[in-house]
């Protein structure tokens, strides 16, 4: 598939939005994903016939749709149904003001979100059948509905009988997408709910949202229990790969982390788990192979292939998740093996491919993506960054838990720290091994080219400090905090050189990766108008530490952002609009991945960013 | 929704063969419904654009894809794809010769069948990727079928990998319908099977077909287990509104034959249970309802509706058939609460709807289903006929089975029985009380009004069989067979005044069903070119006994015809065709359902027609 970076630019009046968009997307899309609203009820499909605009300006042919929705007249003047045109070249269109005002909902950096869920409820009171009326259930309820062409689901098809002669035919249809997946007594109308989820390797994060709203109702996480088989994707796939009962093992810890989120989420938004009639998916390319029972095996050697990059119509129980019955899964497309689900939702939540400023998009672990939005499009890597962002390969290094050492400050009279839950310090994650190494480097106690000055030297510079400077066995070590008295090195918390070291190797792939991609869109570092760190550790990284060390280019501190967790973002997005999800899929065809383990020029630049800014 | 009548003539050279074809339905369908190949890979989908032909006369609108597919010289020449073609009016079409020659199978009433099952297998050698080609397994594989447009099964995913990797990157893609359901590791291209069945409410059969060459490999049948809850559809339904865990109970016995029969077959055609891939079922609506574990209840109280009249896509799981984990279904779809799945089938098998003549098509049993063809349409409807045929309102009634009397020859001086299974009479089914009727009006022992004669007029008539007039009790019977001494008539196998009231009044109500058609549509009888007798107990009719006795029109006795078992035979075509399947579906738009219930003159014509023909 050739990823195609053509893009039409359209202009909504009354209000004149101008908006770009890939080439071949309908107005209503556009329309839609810019925040602009259209009237419509079936959300695009060509059912409703009420999406009707007029095209002021460029080609937009009649479709059969248009034939039948309005007279040759009108169709001389312009009008069209929005969800029929496609935008093959610039257009001007004129939308009428809507009746009702749509409601809509702010979530991932910032983005407006018209609410349109796959998720519908429809309340319909029907006649009670007769001799003269002997339509079947299923076509009685249809026919009320004729907006919506629907396919059935045989869970609906036992459901409508008891549900319409319990309820004196005053039913609820509940469809997802084009499906009618259930039929309930009465009228049940308000009750729709969807959670989204933030599958990632360590932790997994669950939000209850009310679809009808658009309101998150209760969020839970807790850690993946897949640990036991490993902290990384590598290591999950080491264990499948030596053991032939692991993958279902592995599913089934996946289904349980998620089902028991499920559970929590219901339990404390007063939702009942049968309310939920769809789930979201944000998980990279490991973590979503596996929980579908699908083995992971090629991500983890070369040519490191994905068995799919977007994922077939599933059902929440394909997820182990007990909700509806018939409840659907939207789980998130991945561009490669290291590119997964999560950075498809992370930019679909950044808006990167709806925004004309050149930004970058980093997620910092122990594989780091990095995206690049620029003219020439979307750019996409991922860098092998090792784990020392995890504080796996880091002397005193610990996950970002209670005691860990999260920022740390220095002048050369003082040093102080920030420990998560305000505890004694036990180690050091990966926040604060980054700050710790950046004022290092500002206090001059650490070289350009990441070694310990002098102990000397140190004494010159900041002498209330020198003394932290000092040596474990053979290595020489920076001291944070001393667990006992001063001076029992041993026994306390500190940076060797060795650390320092293998963070400057991480900063390096990452850096590289940057300059890389930046280097094949032709665009300057000053160009960046926005560097975005999303993922669970880059929300937690001090920015001016990652200028400082060149983990990010070296731009004017408030061009770089914590996006947060933009993955769970994105799945709350999924839910809230089948439009942005749509979007998410688009995004497939509009990237291009760039692979960092053929390049020729990789290891130069490597040993170009191994060094830090002075 | 309103049936359409309309209908488009079509001339296909260089044959010149005519067809009548519904209006709206596409030239490649009316070709491949009538067994004229037109070239195709994708079955009628548009993918693939081998289906050329060119319109000679008559309109046919060019369609965007056929401006992909030609030239616009070519298009000005009337060159379109047949399958986008869809008859509006008359046209005259020329038909490129084939360069392969198609399968065809002759099923059903001597239907010619172009092989076409939804399912295929495709044999695909692919490239092993590479850091250059890290194209997706999924991606991969389709692309090495492009004239294919696939949606694909979560289990088809969990094997791409392994098959892919196991074989070389030699696999079978096998394609059901427009999914791909599983891929198999090397070529497995030749081994695809389906399953049709008769459900029925008696008796379920099975047959496994070979679907790469339209052989029936082995054919079972046994007793339906849900006997034990009722011998007809009625007390079925009363055991599910009296007691709520019976649904479930009778769809499990339900799901138990299907899948006893399943077992059957695969063992005796050597067939694994995971090479079929999909299987067809034409029951009545009480048995799919049941099956699918929908509740029947409505269907046996006025109004009588259906849940559904067709049927979503639906899983051989769902109908618990363990044969391939993602096999498919088709359940054959209903007209109505008392014209089901069986009767669309046994229509399709007859090509009811395909044939210009007037023809009867009628399926004798408890509940008696009739349809006329004619240039008025497709009409029918369901005549209340009572158990009688099955022998159970009959004295001395039996079912089909060993030891009953099944045919009855009488002449002035003899009387002749013949006896399923050799053995001596054990009693009368419904062919034998059928036989006895009529011979016996032939022979003036019954009257027109149904009345036997005095023992007076019968010694006029018939000397010799004079004697075997006489009473049991108050009532008059005429003895077929005396187990013991002649005259020991409590321990005779008889014919009772009562039986013959019984099947007066059965053949009553069938006989005002095609009479109340045959006014509805202005058919005179003497115009009914054929009347086919289907169902398990039609086939077992004498041709000669039905006109006899008034069951079926005064015709010339050749026009009668004996269709046996059509419902199982429309199940096979649906395996064998996507576009016999297809018409099935059609037939639902085509047919008016008329309800005899509410009918103002159903009483009179019911008297009219209680006497027998003199």
Partial sequence: MTPSNERA?????????????????????????????????????????KCKVRVLEGDAPVTSLDTRAFHTEDLREGWRLACRVEARGDLRVDVPPLTTRPKAATVGVGRKVILRPAVQKRFVELSEPTLKDQRADLERLLDAMDDLELRTDLFALRAIGPALRAADYKVTAVVVDDVLVAVEPGDTSERLFGIAYDLGTTTVVATILDLATGTPLAVQSMLNRQQQSGADVISRISTIMLDPTALGR????????????????????????REVYEIAVAGNATMTHIALGIDPEPLGVAPFVLTTRAFPELLASDLGVKVHPRARAVVFPAFGAYVGGDITAGLLAAGMDRDQRTRLFIDIGTNCEIVLSSDAGLLVTAAPAGPAFEGASIRCGMRAAKGAIEAVKMTPEDLALQVIGEAEPKGLCGSGLVDAVAELVSLGFIEASGRFVTEEAARDLAPELAYRLTTVGEERVFVLHWLREPGDVERSIYLSQRDVRELQFAKAA?????????????????????????????????????????????????????????????AKMALLSVRERAGAVALLEEVNYVELSDRPDFNDRFVDRLSFPV
Same sequence: chains 1, 2.
């Fill in 510 to 570: 990452i850096a590289t990766g940057w300059t890389l991609l930046l280097e094949d869109a032709g665009v300057a570092v000053e160009d960046v108008k926005q560097v975005l760190l999303a993922g669970s550790f880059g929300s937690y990284l001090s920015p001016a530490s990652a200028v400082r060390l060149g983990l990010v280019p070296e731009l004017p501190v408030l061009r770089v952002v914590s996006a947060g967790n933009v993955a769970g973002e994105g």
């Fill in 250 to 273: 592995l599913t089934t810890h996946a289904h349980e982390t998620l089902d028991e989120l499920t559970a929590a989420v219901c339990e404390e938004a007063g939702v009942e788990p």
């Fill in 9 to 49: 630019d359209l202009v909504f009046e009354p209000s004149g939005r101008q908006v770009r968009v890939p080439v071949g997307v309908t107005l209503f899309d556009a329309a839609s994903w810019n925040g602009i609203a259209i009237d419509s009820t079936c959300g695009g499909h060509g059912t409703c016939k």
